[in-house]
């Protein structure tokens, strides 16, 4: 039997199916330089990509936010500076998503996510485009793309490497380290994919009609924010690399190239009436971002106090009762638990990361069968998680269902191959005498 603690993967939920096997070599050009570049991944392959990660990661995050108005706001900024760049013909998408943090990212074919914790710090239009471009501008430079081809390349190199050895432990593991997930995807960028977002993200939003000044304020805010309290800014700036000289790099761009349009209207007054709902629920958002901190540095004191402060600001937000099941989770208390996710689930019933959640509180309880029917309308509503595969597996296993489990552990084991529920799924596979 394994303990809670494994079962507590609920931020785990993105992974991938793109094999290095599946990857096609070869030459492409720079879109923003219009150079010959080498490649693994193709334009093609980025949408591929982006299209089955993403509903995952903003599922994680905590789901679109319900304002239609707002939503409807941050598209159209964000397609007047899409317009403008190198790459206009991009699938790009936007949404708010109801993560607390300070936070904005983009998959590779443009579907981005932005938190509503950045946006309640935001004062200005110029302030949103420039965020927004600076995103437009990973996908333009192809960033995403350029960290999986050297990825990819070393994990082929390892694999050549074990084929000539003969290592049949490492060729089994070589089979599913070509795997990219939405964590891959979102991995930190370097200091120089920064600086060219942070140039195109400036030269796209001046062409929209923004002010450049958008892009200064943006960085002084950020690091206002570094330097006030590190840690809210820490899920931001461990993919987004913040340095003193990206703001200086903003001013000079600024003053060198932007200087006639310096005195552009920034936008705020636009600004401050989308967001006005929003940043009307400042302080509950503060409270639950610091509520998920607590929680994720083990502090379930601090994260209860943050989150009865949440409570009584407004005792209606989806991402108030799933934070709050995860640290009834933390605490066994699984009824509870269940309590809050069912609550969440009224209040954003097209969300699908309670049913995941309600499933590991009823395998907690030993409800193997209400586990199972969760955890397949999950797998149908939202494919593409292996760790589903393995806890249907296990559902069933607990049911004293071999054949289905053996089924549901050679589909997870298929996509991945390390780690404590690949080692359960085989053992048991072995165990049963289907895998020698």
């Known amino acids: 039997m394994m303990n809670r603690r494994d079962f507590l993967w609920l931020t785990g939920i993105a992974t991938g199916s793109l094999t290095v096997s599946g990857l096609i070599s070869g030459c492409a050009i720079d879109p923003v330089s219009g150079k010959a570049t080498f490649s693994l991944v193709s334009e093609d392959q980025e949408i591929a990509l982006d299209k089955q990660q993403s509903p995952h990661q903003f599922s994680a995050d905590y789901g679109s936010h319900t304002d239609a108005r707002l939503n409807s706001y941050i598209t159209s900024v964000g397609k007047a500076i899409a317009n403008t760049s190198h790459r206009a013909h991009m699938p790009y998408n936007y949404r708010v998503i109801d993560a607390n943090h300070v936070n904005a990212y983009t998959f590779p074919a443009g579907s981005m996510g932005v938190t509503r914790g950045i946006l309640v710090e935001l004062e200005s239009e110029a302030e949103l485009a420039a965020l927004l471009g600076h995103e437009i501008g990973h996908v333009n430079a192809r960033h995403a793309s350029e960290r999986a081809t050297k990825g990819l390349l070393a994990q082929a190199a390892v694999g050549l490497a074990s084929t000539a050895v003969g290592d049949a432990q490492a060729q089994q593991i070589v089979a599913g380290v070509g795997m990219m997930s939405a964590t891959a995807l979102l991995a930190k960028y370097s200091r120089d994919n920064e600086r060219e977002a942070d140039s195109l993200g400036m030269e796209y939003a001046v062409n929209a009609g923004a002010n450049p000044k958008g892009m200064v304020s943006l960085m002084t805010m950020l690091n206002r924010l570094h330097d006030a309290k590190p840690s809210a800014l820490d899920i931001m700036f461990s993919s987004h690399p913040m340095s003193d000289e990206r703001l200086i790099n903003a001013n000079t761009q600024m003053n060198a190239s932007y200087r006639t349009q310096m005195s552009r209207n920034l936008g705020r007054e636009r600004y401050m009436d989308y967001t006005r709902a929003l940043r009307s629920q400042k302080a509950m958002i503060k409270a639950l971002a610091n509520a998920d901190l607590a929680l994720s540095a083990g502090d379930f004191t601090g ?48 969300e699908h990361l309670p049913k995941y959640m309600l499933g590991v509180n009823y395998l907690e309880e030993q409800q193997p069968e209400q586990a199972l029917n969760l955890f397949q309308q999950y797998r149908q509503l939202l494919p593409g998680n292996p760790l589903v595969d393995f806890f249907v597996g296990y559902s069933y296993e607990q049911m004293e269902e071999r054949t289905n489990a053996a089924t549901a552990y050679r589909l997870y084991l298929q996509q991945v191959q390390q780690g404590q529920q690949a080692e359960h799924a085989y053992s048991r596979l072995k165990e049963w005498g289907l895998m020698v």
Not at 326 to 349: V, W, Y
């Open 303 to 350: 994260a209860e106090a943050e989150l009865a402060q949440a409570k009584k600001l407004n005792d209606s937000d989806y991402a108030l009762w799933v934070i709050s099941a995860k640290l009834n989770m933390a605490k066994e208390r699984n009824n509870i638990a269940i309590a809050d996710l069912n609550k969440a689930q009224s209040l954003k019933p097209g």
